[in-house]
């Protein structure tokens, strides 16, 4: 894709912000010729153009101190040069201008913008004229609804504004390429986009099970109708929660993927462990990233493992106890609240803490495959250019091997390796029963063989 037109319209919002930041120093420096505050330039006008960034100015409609904030955060990946100037040092002091803000390079050579910069720029240091730097700021804001900047959390017992003004790597993208991707997968989004090339002829369900699944579908695809147009806005909670439990490898996740596939949906899985932080509050505001990014997305949230977030509260007898209660009843509010699909996994629903069953549309299981089942599982896992040997009895094995579709698909993995090995695509039995014997072994489960 071309990218020099879109960049044009970024030079010149940047190239304006130089000029305010001159403009502004220089004013509140009492420089000769700087008697007036930036206020009085010309703000640059991008009507017409069609670039991402001038698509973002126009359609939001953003004001002079939005545009500052935007190209602020904007200008340490494209023109950090035009920040140098905040490098200045007060020659009252001998040391850099406090008022100026800024944030530790942590190996980026340039000047770091923080929520000071920006209210420096906005107030001139008027703490009476802070009206505009809250706006800009708010959670109401809408660059800030929409994960466009945010300002970092500084280091405890340090004032707010020292936290560094970011832009997100996805709209810097975006507003260089015009190509809009998915949030990246790190500490600060503990939460991955996951999809499958499989359909649903590939996963084994019960009749019962099925029919449950069917309701979340039918949910997703009718459910703005029943809110808006049947009226049940008025008398049922947004959203759709669920709860899938069963054993591991008996098809969670890949329901939850497919669901996502047939509707249109992303499927965003949550890491525990990222979320999960020893630290009080923190949990909390991993989560709210989370939910809060989601919103206006649509996206399916699936929480595996959920009993570790979601987990049965406990008598209040220490400030751990009462902290972790606190923990849940706010995960319990944020579920309630999303207006799109939740997904809670576990592999013990006895695991689940009352208050969030209670408030589930379906609790789902997943039991392990019955015979028949299994059969078809074995059936569809080796359908391709790996296969069994023609004299291995598939119903039999099914029969005597009591096996979950992941832990039958890892057999698969095992005994295709062990074919490919030795220029083969057909599995023998020996070969079958190994991998068997390396599934039992996972779950400490006696292997004994009764076909040979």
């Keep these: 894709m071309e990218t020099e037109p879109f960049l044009k319209d970024i030079q010149t919002e940047l190239a304006w912000l130089q000029e305010v930041i001159q403009q502004a120093i220089g004013f509140y420096l009492l420089h000769e010729g700087y008697d007036k505050n930036w206020t009085a330039l010309p703000v640059p006008d991008l009507a017409g153009s069609g670039s991402p960034y001038a698509d973002t100015v126009n359609g939001w409609n ?20 035009i920040l140098d100037v905040f490098y200045g040092r007060n020659q009252l002091t001998d040391r850099p201008f406090t008022e100026f803000g800024g944030c530790p390079e942590k190996g980026h050579p340039g000047f770091i913008p923080s929520g000071q910069t920006l209210s420096f720029l906005l107030t001139a240091n008027d703490v009476l004229k802070s009206a505009e730097l809250n706006k800009v700021l708010s959670d109401e804001s809408v660059l800030i609804k929409e994960k466009v900047i945010s300002l970092a959390e500084p280091d405890e017992g340090l004032p707010a504004l020292d936290g560094q003004l970011i832009m997100s790597k996805e709209w810097v993208r975006y507003f260089i390429t015009g190509e809009k991707t998915a949030p990246s997968y790190d500490p600060a989004f503990p939460a991955q986009k996951i999809s499958t090339p499989m359909e649903w002829s ?71 462990s990222l979320v999960v932080d020893k630290y009080i509050g923190e949990t909390e505001k991993n989560l709210s990233r989370i939910f809060d990014i989601a919103t206006d997305k649509d996206w399916i949230l699936f929480f595996d493992e959920a009993d570790a977030l979601f987990g049965k509260r406990t008598a209040a007898s220490s400030s751990n106890d009462r902290h972790a209660n606190q923990q849940t009843a706010y995960l319990l509010q944020r579920v309630e609240d999303y207006p799109g699909v939740v997904i809670l996994a576990t592999n013990l629903k006895a695991n689940m803490d009352d208050a969030f069953t209670r408030r589930f549309q379906g609790m789902i299981h997943f039991a392990m495959p019955d015979v028949d089942e299994r059969y078809t599982l074995w059936q569809n896992a080796f359908s391709g250019k790996c296969r069994l040997r023609p004299d291995i009895d598939v119903y039999r094995i099914a029969e005597e091997f009591e096996l979950s579709g992941g832990a039958i698909i890892n057999v698969l993995r095992y005994c295709a390796m062990s074919a490919v090995s030795r220029n083969d695509h057909l599995v023998t039995q020996s070969e079958l029963l190994a991998g068997i014997r390396r599934e039992y072994k996972k779950d400490n489960k006696t292997f004994t063989v009764n076909i040979l």
């Design 202 to 272: 590939d996963v084994v369900l019960d009749h019962a099970t099925l029919a449950q699944v069917n309701e979340i579908t039918t949910w997703l695809t009718h459910g703005e109708i029943l809110m808006k147009d049947w009226g049940l806005i008025n008398k049922i909670k947004p959203g759709y929660r669920v709860l899938f439990y069963g054993p591991p490898g008996t098809g969670k996740t890949l329901t939850a993927t497919l669901i996502g596939k047939q509707t249109g949906r992303d499927v965003y899985r949550i890491d525990v």
């Design 62 to 81: 953003l004001t002079a101190c939005q545009r500052i904030a935007l190209a602020l955060a904007m200008a340490p990946h494209i023109r950090p040069e």
